[in-house]
């Protein structure tokens, strides 16, 4: 039969494009026999002067009507054939958009007359500014009825020709026989715009007919089919059109059965949708979810459309089922989706502060000149000393001796792993190669800019208002943890809080390349060393990233390798102890830690003493008694803004934040229940300001991004609230002043100058160390050379479970030492290499001091010690008879040495290689047009920023 073709074009306000499309219509090598053209109700002109003759007539309909009706219209206008020989009649749907390619009617009466079952033929539409790439090529949908375009804005190259059957095609363009349209009464009424074909098609196939995608043929389209027409589409009412039409299709698919079950739940369901909506902060879409529904459930269609179905249906939903979009299609159209939305978000520019001219080098300045007035005590100093702290070793290459594994000549020595941090003090005393013990100095005075420079550009990260990142930085530079860890000289916990910042900033970056990845690895196992305890947390988060970003994992995945690297050694040994726990233990001298309240620990508080305002009001009993709920007071403006960040559209970032927080909090809390470290007679916890640490840094960026999202408030708001947390830890940072501080400085000698002199000759002199305690007990260390060193510190000595059998003589020796009696210490002193005694000084405690007092009267009275006189750190004796040489490391233990070394060097080598940029970013600003001219970059070899 010979086919006959009417052309049924729908114009609606389609001045910028009718033109073309007639224009394209006379083009073609095939002409259409008749044509209609349907004005629905156009204002802008463009159909005032058409006039048609002969086989082209104009159709006007009042403006509104749906595209499906007016094709229906258009077809009843359309003239029968003037002949009685057979005639296929077909029907070709254009909208004012579709501007056919010269051969487009050609090719789909082609397609169509191969195969005689195919009653509905769809062209590829393309995008009518740029046709190489595809606007809709088919349409399928889910077991739910979703509907889903299965190419959609992608670059044409011919990548998916081939599937040519499939489930639906689009309105536009559609080539369909007259006789199929007329039976199964043409679009759903109740589907006016969106669906409306995808419905069709169904039906044709359900009614045991073909529908077929035509490659060859190809025809512009402007938009989808909701904005035909409509010089804007809000995203309410798209969200609206679409949720209504698939709840339509639902009802008109579903079962005779459950027809019911489905009316009764669609309202409950958009009222569950509409809270999901608003907890997704997605407001715009409440009530077009509980409009759709009703509209559905009351509206009056479905019944006419169920009807309309049942009549024409004579095949099972088992003839589409392989036609629908599998679950696993499903998941890559999501995640496609979200890869193209989140490149269009990184490609766009951000408005982000600048670190010069928008207040990052001020605060950062501010930071620095308080650092100076905190710490002007210890300006020039060569060395530190008290709390966790003592001087490092001489030269980088004792420093690097201690690192990795071998023999520790702390106490009465021996053989294992050092401490990760020992690393860590190495890289700094080999910075300050002259003089290592300065590295330590340098750190505490620039703790407060560096930790105001890293949370600078870590807030910046997440806000664009310039305020945000001045306000993070002052809050973070002030933290109390970092005041208190300084103060008490805990080394690896103010480490840790100038990396913290950084760690998170290369975290978030990681996915984008190896660079970031392995900066990432060295921050973190940085962080690792430096507060094993914040090993739970670390882990926990990088799991998370893992999860969050699981789609670029790959770079992600190998964060933790260096400190696993790094700290494996020591948990083999503490596991073979029993002790897994003692990882945990804080790096440095051991020095007992006081645990403060949950409550305490809540609003920052490392120390229970509230940052130095409990000791400066202790004469005023009424404000101890008040001082909990001034200190909650002053820190409830950080906390407000972290929480209220939740009602703002980055939401999820500060929800991230906060669950940061709460881990943070979590270790804090734990660390004042673990007490594995011994410090004298007894044991303390691990220092909590390290969990703390985290908390105030999560909690900070919450605060700022909730600080972000506010009108012009922005700045007072961060105003009073870092004047406020500044209030609180106002007497911890008077602290060297007020002669609270832990910590002093030390011109790098440990034990007198006599002992000095003498480990000059005799490197290996050993000096028991002897120290009263205010509960009686003594105290006692064995110092080799001069002196211990914060590098040669191990936690496997400071949480051994029992004292080793050289140990217990030394304790048996110290004990005897201190008192009268017949004991023969000659032997012990011998074999452990003593050869002075001192005896540290009391204090101010009366029961320490009746103890230094005797012991210093046994061994003054005992003629084998010869008293040197009191010294700078207590009284000294010298023992006069012949001490063994102190055993070293074996030959195997310094080829493991060495070996350990090695592998920590290739694997952090590795990473700091891969760190270092090897070519600079190549981001610039884009368009969304793709250029023709441009060489394709899909095989380009990868570079690694």
């Not at 809270?275 to 409009?291: D, F, I, N, R």
């Not at 950062?364 to 530190?384: I, N, Q």
């Not at 970003?549 to 050694?569: C, E, K």
Request: aromatic share 6%; proline share 6%; hydrophobic share 50%.
């Amino acid at each position: 039969m010979q086919p006959r073709v009417t052309a049924i074009l729908v114009a609606a306000n389609g001045a910028a494009h009718l033109d073309r499309t007639l224009d394209a219509l006379a083009a073609q090598t095939r002409h259409p026999e008749n044509l209609v053209v349907v004005d629905v109700g156009t204002t802008d002109g463009s159909t005032a002067e058409l006039s048609f003759g002969g086989s082209a007539q104009l159709v006007r309909l009042p403006a509104g009507t749906a595209f499906g009706d007016a094709v229906r219209q258009g077809e009843r206008s359309a003239p029968p054939a003037a002949t009685d020989e057979p005639v296929d009649e077909w029907l070709w749907i254009l909208g004012h958009d579709n501007a056919p390619a010269p051969t487009a009617l050609a090719d789909l009466l082609s397609a169509v007359e191969i195969a005689p079952s195919v009653v509905v033929a769809g062209p590829k539409l393309v995008a009518d500014d740029d046709p190489s790439v595809i606007r809709d090529f088919g349409e399928s949908m889910t077991r739910f009825g979703r509907s889903i375009v299965l190419v959609q804005d992608e670059l044409d190259q011919g990548q998916h020709d081939r599937n040519t059957d499939v489930l639906g095609v689009a309105a536009g363009g559609m080539l369909v026989r007259r006789s199929v349209w007329n039976e199964l009464g043409g679009f759903d009424p109740a589907l006016p715009d969106v669906d409306a074909a995808l419905d069709f098609s169904v039906r044709v196939r359900l009614a045991g007919h073909r529908v077929a995608l035509v490659p060859e043929a190809r025809v512009t389209s402007a938009g989808p089919i909701e904005e035909f027409g409509r010089k804007r589409v809000s995203e309410a009412r798209r969200v609206r059109m679409h949720r209504q039409a698939q709840l339509h299709r639902r009802m008109t698919y579903a079962p005779a059965a459950l027809v019911w079950l489905h009316w009764l739940t669609l309202v409950p369901f958009a009222i569950g949708r509409a809270l999901g909506h608003l907890v997704a902060k997605h407001p715009a879409a409440v009530v077009p979810e509980l409009s759709a529904a009703f509209a559905v459930a009351f509206g009056g269609g479905t019944g006419r459309a169920r009807k309309n179905l049942a009549r024409t249906k004579k095949l099972g939903w088992a003839a589409v089922e392989p036609l629908r979009v599998s679950w696993r299609r499903v998941h890559e159209h999501r995640t496609t989706s979200r890869d193209v939305e989140l490149a269009r978000a990184e490609d766009a520019p951000i408005a982000r502060a600048s670190f010069l001219s928008d207040g990052g080098i001020w605060v950062v300045l501010a930071a620095a000149v308080l650092s100076v007035v905190t710490l002007y005590p210890l300006l020039g100093s060569p060395a530190l000393t008290g709390g966790g702290l003592l001087p490092l070793s001489a030269t980088p290459g004792q420093l690097w001796q201690n690192v990795g594994y071998g023999f520790h000549s702390l106490g009465t020595g021996f053989t294992g792993p050092s401490d990760p941090f020992a690393a860590v003090l190495a890289v700094l005393g080999s910075i300050v190669f002259w003089s290592p013990s300065t590295a330590v100095v340098l750190v505490m005075l620039v703790a407060f800019p560096l930790s105001a420079l890293g949370a600078w550009f870590a807030v910046r990260k997440v806000t664009t208002r310039t305020w945000a990142p001045v306000i993070g930085a002052s809050l973070y530079a002030i933290a109390p943890s970092l005041v208190g860890a300084v103060t008490t000289g805990h080394l690896g916990a103010v480490i840790a809080h100038l990396v913290l910042p950084w760690l998170f900033v290369a975290v978030l970056e990681a996915h984008r390349s190896w660079a970031w990845a392995s900066g990432a690895s060295l921050l973190f196992a940085v962080v690792a060393a430096s507060a094993p305890s914040l090993l739970p947390v670390l882990l926990v988060g990088w799991l998370v990233a893992l999860l969050v970003g699981w789609r670029r994992a790959h770079r992600r995945l190998f964060i933790p390798v260096p400190t696993a690297v790094l700290f494996l050694p020591l948990i083999l040994a503490q596991a073979a102890r029993g002790n897994l726990l003692a990882v945990f233990a804080d790096p440095g001298a051991p020095s007992a830690t006081r645990a403060p309240s949950a409550l305490q620990l809540a609003i920052g508080q490392p120390l229970p003493d509230w940052s130095g305002w409990l000791p400066a009001t202790s004469g005023l009993a009424l404000v101890a008694m008040v001082l909990p709920i001034v200190m909650a007071v002053l820190a409830l403006p950080v906390a407000a803004a972290a929480i209220g960040a939740m009602l703002g559209h980055r939401w999820a970032v500060a929800g991230s934040a906060l669950v940061i927080a709460l881990l943070g909090f979590a270790t804090a809390f734990a660390a004042t229940h673990v007490t594995v470290t011994g410090v004298g007679s007894t044991t303390t916890i691990v220092w909590p300001g390290s969990g703390l640490s985290v908390y105030w840094l999560a909690l900070v960026v919450a605060a700022c991004i909730g600080i972000d999202v506010l009108p012009k408030a922005a700045p007072v708001t961060g105003l009073v609230a870092t004047v406020l947390a500044g209030v609180a830890v106002a007497p911890a940072f008077a602290a060297f002043y007020l002669g609270t501080a832990t910590i002093e400085p030390t011109t790098g000698r440990v034990l007198s100058a006599y002992v000095n002199a003498e480990a000059q000759a005799n490197p290996d002199v050993g000096t028991l160390v002897v120290v009263p305690q205010d509960d009686g007990s003594l105290a006692v260390t064995l110092e080799r050379g001069q002196g211990s060193t914060l590098d040669d510190q191990s936690t496997l000595d400071a949480t051994a479970l029992r004292l080793s059998e050289s140990g217990a003589r030394l304790t048996t020796l110290a004990g005897n030492l201190a008192s009268r009696s017949g004991y023969d210490p000659r032997p012990a002193l011998r074999e452990l290499g003593v050869s002075f005694v001192l005896i540290d000084d009391a204090g101010d405690d009366p029961e320490a001091q009746t103890v230094h007092d005797r012991a210093a009267g046994a061994i003054g009275q005992n003629a084998l010690f010869t008293s040197i006189g009191e010294t700078t750190n207590g009284q000294l004796f010298h023992y006069e008879g012949e001490v063994d040489r102190t055993r070293s490391g074996s030959a195997a233990t310094q080829a493991t040495h060495v070996l350990y070394l090695v592998v920590l060097g290739v694997v952090f080598g590795a990473a700091a290689l891969l760190a270092v940029p090897t070519a600079p970013r190549r981001r610039r600003a884009t368009s969304n047009v793709i250029e023709a001219e441009e060489p394709a970059t899909t095989f380009d070899e990868e570079r690694d920023e």
